[in-house]
């Protein structure tokens, strides 16, 4: 299943953007990392960030990284990838 389909009803959608930076939150990337891979400024990585918790409710990155694995299949199976 789509990983916007499966937020919370009533939940403003998750951009693309911050899907790609949550996932990758998931994969224990810092903000530095998260900037370089994506072409970003880090200014901009933690705009997105501030963003993704308010959105999911959550207090932190590992909030962000638990809410992730929860819902995103993707993001699982890269992590399990990644760890062999």
Known sequence: MDFQVRQKVGCTPLSPRE???ARLVARELCDKEIAKQLGLSRATVRFHLKNLRKKLG?????GIAVWVTAHDE??????ATHQK
Do not use: G, H, L, P
Not at 58 to 62: L, Q, W
């Open 19 to 21: 899907i790609e930076i």
């Open 58 to 62: 959550v207090s932190s990155r590992v």
């Open 74 to 79: 993707q993001t699982f199976t890269q992590k």
